[in-house]
């Protein structure tokens, strides 16, 4: 707490080298942030990443599935919905985390400000919110993946990357959902309307619970421009080896890939927009 | 406990006229998207799922379609959550940090009437979604008898109990995280008590199990009275409510005391 | 003289039509305590956030630490401690973890930061409270522990808005010892302020800001002499009263001032003037003869009080 050197040379060459470290690393030292604060609600995303999975399959790959006799798309119901079920278990986790955890950094206890007069930049701040969503939706979706297995419901051999995919969605949904929630100045109960009017309907009109040849044909378009169908069928793709042409198959990983870079640059916009107004 | 007149002072309804004020200033698009939560459910899963499924048996032994099986018990679920949210999120926040109880007892109001006050206004919001839910169900021709017109009280009773159930839990608890645990009992709840296939799935053991969760009851009386079929069982089921009504009031009165007025 | 550690030339920052700051020139040399001086929406904290290098100019110059902040923004912020108006303390962490949390945003070491913030916490009479949460401080010592956390990274600067606004008497003196130290040790102190008597105990030069112009600058003595009398004369007549006493009044002191509540009158000597007004026959309720203050100087630079 100590004034060194007066003069003006020592105060630049210092704020300069402090500066550089702090450019190359400090999404990495805001990430730190974002891991410490889930921890206070560590156990019940634990006990949430393996309650989640046997709850579902349980329910609707076992009890539901018994009233499904025939087979859908050439599997059993419950390896038909399984790809499915991981992919919006990563959606609606990333989805939640991208809500209240960021209007809580912009307004109920404006983290965020505090970190802006930090060395950190808005877009770092904004990369550290990814981290943190990421560290909680990969393990969801590894542990998720786990258990698929141990009720045999995803038979390739190249099923394991399902993993990757439906991380990929879960990582659209946060870029997504963040961009729009950083706009947030007011809470009038937004964050209720996205999930009831955005995600649930995503996850009930996607493909999930039934092939989306079985909604009239005006409702199929929500799954084409949904994210969660993309990596669904991409999900069964590579767990069920189910046949699509391979163009098909390409769009859905490259409407993942676009949806992400658009979210995740928007978000960072709007970081820098509001961090530095 | 001491007598009623402390607890009470027949003025609810002035809690009730507050919230209704207050609720002026809410977001409409917010209330209006809780009508739309069980219709996008009933869609997807009753017409989408359904035509994968065909009919389903109901408890009662009739043969009836995957929809008109779903729709009484996504009503039953929607009066549940709807009720466990008002009486769980909205008074936890209100008692933590909105101090808002705080200032009714100041004055001449009782808990009991805080009570009943928020629990009224929670049953309107239900009551109103309810409706809406029943006239939907209506067009899509998924009420199979007259009866169904009683689903609507038997609604209402389902979110009453709830509700006081709701509020009696919340008033014992200290953090968000805690709350937490509240979805934890819904989640299972909901996916398990013969919403969406019957619990004859089941072995034995585990139908008894599912018998003795609340929302099981509230399903299958909804769905006795919208499909038709009747059985003195239902009685049960009614009864049910009724006790958790009464213990959830006294828990809640009790409790708001204790952290009010003592 | 060393050369200035923050330096201001024709600073403005609009935002769409409403001017924040217009043309505002300062310079602050290293180890100074620099206060502005001003009313709520005087452009205090616009500057300051300016200064902090968390908001962009509209126009003009600025050197901190001897970099543009357009330019520079986190090197320069990585050598600013910050303490905004609204205490932003992290309520999802203890009271210890802040400082943790907030030291790791600079890059410091884990071992330094958590040495330093058992100093800091021990600098802040906080060191009991280390794991209490955030929520259970009261209003003086989370100011404290916010204080506390700008010193994180042994800032060069510290920016203090309105550090001690809405604290009771007793813990704003806690703090302004606080704050002396930090003085004496050499640390560069900028803070902003609506309270005379704050910028009184700290500043050692100051700028008068209203409507985001800069009014006045210089010592607090100097802004006195300069700017008011030595003494002042508060009269109070009653509310309905005071107006029709200054016909009464005129030609005591050096200028009179009625305000809704009372009447003051400027003068070197204020017991002669108060001689004066009994030798005339006026009869006040109350009367009270004081050294004149920033407050003064604000009034005659505005024509009205600071805290409205």
Same mark, same amino acid.
């Given at each position: ?38 921890? $206070? ?88 919110? @990814?981290?943190?969503? $990421? ?11 786990? #258990? ?11 099923? $394991?990357?399902? #993993? ?32 009831? @009017? ?10 999930? @619970? @039934? ?13 084409? #421009? ?52 | ?66 929809? *008109? ?6 009503? *039953? ?20 940090? *909105?101090?808002?109880? %705080? ?18 206004? *929670? ?96 399903? %299958? ?42 | ?17 409403? !001017? ?60 600013? +401690? ?12 203890? !009271? ?37 949460? !955030? ?7 989370? &100011? ?11 800032? &060069? ?51 008068? !800001? ?59 000597? +204020? ?28 009034? &005659? ?8």
């Amino acid at each position: 707490m100590t004034v060194t050197g007066t003069s003006e040379v020592d105060y630049r060459a210092e704020a300069l080298e402090a500066g550089a470290r702090v450019r190359r690393f400090g999404s990495w030292y805001a990430a730190e942030h974002r891991l410490r604060s889930m921890r $206070a609600f560590g156990l019940t995303l634990v006990l949430l990443a393996f309650a989640n999975p046997l709850l579902y399959l349980l329910s609707l790959g076992l009890g539901l599935a018994s009233l499904i006799s025939s087979d859908v798309n050439g599997v059993s119901y419950l390896t038909f919905v399984a790809p499915a079920l991981l992919a919006s278990a990563a959606l609606t986790g990333a989805a939640e985390e991208s809500t209240y955890p960021v209007l809580t950094g912009f307004k109920f206890n404006a983290v965020f400000f505090s970190m802006a007069a930090s060395p950190l930049a808005p877009k770092q701040i904004a990369n550290a919110v @990814f981290v943190g969503t $990421a560290a909680r939706v990969v393990p969801t979706v590894v542990v998720y993946y786990g #258990i698929l297995v141990l009720f045999q419901a995803v038979p390739s051999p190249f099923s $394991a990357l399902t #993993i990757l995919s439906a991380s990929l969605v879960g990582m659209v949904a946060a870029a997504l959902v963040t961009w729009y929630t950083a706009t947030v100045t007011e809470d009038k109960g937004q964050m209720a309307v996205i999930m009831r @009017f955005i995600i649930m309907p995503m996850f009930l009109f996607s493909g999930t @619970f @039934f092939p989306l040849a079985q909604l009239p044909l005006y409702l199929q378009w929500i799954g084409w #421009i949904s994210p969660l169908w993309h990596a669904s069928e991409l999900g069964r793709v590579l767990s069920y080896g189910m046949a699509e042409p391979a163009w098909l198959t390409a769009t859905h990983v490259a409407v993942l890939v676009v949806l992400l870079v658009i979210g995740w640059v928007g978000a960072r916009r709007v970081f820098h927009r509001r961090l530095t107004a | 406990m001491s007598a009623l007149g402390s607890l009470y002072a027949r003025n609810a309804r002035s809690v009730v006229y507050r919230g209704a004020l207050a609720s002026k200033s809410s977001n409409a698009v917010v209330i209006i998207s809780g009508f739309f939560e069980p219709i996008f459910y009933l869609l997807a899963l009753g017409f989408g799922l359904g035509s994968l499924i065909g009919t389903v048996q109901t408890q009662g032994g009739a043969e009836v379609p995957y929809a *008109a099986f779903i729709a009484p018990a996504l009503l *039953a679920v929607a009066a549940m959550n709807g009720a466990i949210f008002d009486s769980t999120w909205n008074v936890f926040f209100k008692i933590k940090y *909105a101090k808002l109880y %705080e200032g009714m007892l100041a004055t001449t109001l009782g808990p009991l009437d805080v009570a009943l006050g928020e629990i009224t206004l *929670a049953l309107s919001r239900g009551g109103l979604y309810a409706i809406g839910f029943m006239i939907v169900m209506q067009a899509l021709g998924l009420n199979l008898a007259w009866t169904a017109l009683l689903a609507l009280p038997a609604v209402l009773l389902i979110a009453f109990g709830f509700a006081a159930i709701g509020m009696a839990i919340t008033s014992y608890l200290n953090t968000f995280q805690q709350m937490d645990w509240i979805n934890f009992v819904l989640l299972p709840m909901f996916l398990f008590s013969a919403t969406l296939y019957p619990i004859t799935v089941y072995p034995e053991p585990v139908q008894w199990f599912v018998q003795a969760l609340p929302l099981w009851h509230g399903v %299958e009386l909804v769905r006795g009275l919208t499909t038709g079929v009747l059985s003195p069982l239902m009685l049960v089921h009614v009864l049910y409510y009724v006790v958790m009504v009464v213990v959830g009031l006294v828990f809640t009165t009790r409790r708001l005391r204790v952290l009010f007025l003592s | 003289m060393p050369a200035p550690v923050i330096s201001a030339r024709n600073l403005r920052k609009t935002y769409k039509e409403f !001017v924040a700051v217009d043309e505002l020139s300062f310079e602050v040399t290293a180890g100074e305590s620099f206060g502005l001086l001003g009313p709520n929406g005087a452009g205090k904290s616009t500057t300051m956030r300016m200064l902090g290098a968390v908001s962009e100019r509209t126009s003009g110059d600025l050197q901190i630490l001897g970099l543009d902040p357009n330019d520079h923004g986190p090197e320069i912020r990585s050598r600013l +401690g910050v303490v905004p108006q609204a205490d932003n303390l992290d309520s999802e962490l203890r !009271v210890r973890e802040n400082l943790l949390v907030y030291g790791r945003y600079f890059g410091i070491p884990r071992a330094v930061v958590a040495r330093r913030a058992d100093e800091l916490l021990e600098f802040a009479q906080l060191a009991d409270r280390a794991k209490a949460r !955030v929520d259970e401080l009261s209003g003086g010592m989370k &100011r404290r522990l916010t204080i506390a956390r700008a010193l994180v990274n042994e800032p &060069r600067i510290l920016l203090l808005d309105e550090p001690t606004t809405g604290l009771d008497p007793q813990a704003r003196h806690v703090l302004w010892d606080r704050l002396f130290r930090l003085k004496e040790q050499g640390t560069t102190l900028v803070l902003t302020t609506h309270y005379m008597d704050e910028a009184e105990q700290l500043c050692d030069r100051l700028v008068v !800001v209203d409507k985001g112009v800069i009014l006045a600058e210089g010592s607090p003595a100097s802004l006195i002499r300069e700017y008011s009398s030595r003494e002042v004369l508060e009269l109070r007549f009653g509310s309905d009263r005071n107006a029709d006493a200054v016909t009464a009044l005129a030609g005591i002191g050096d200028r009179i001032e009625t305000l809704p509540d009372r009447v003051l009158i400027f003068a070197a000597d +204020g017991e002669s003037a108060l001689e004066e007004v009994s030798r005339r026959g006026i009869e006040s309720i109350t009367s009270l003869v004081r050294r004149s203050s920033l407050e003064d100087v604000f009034l &005659r630079l505005t024509g009205r009080t600071l805290v409205e």
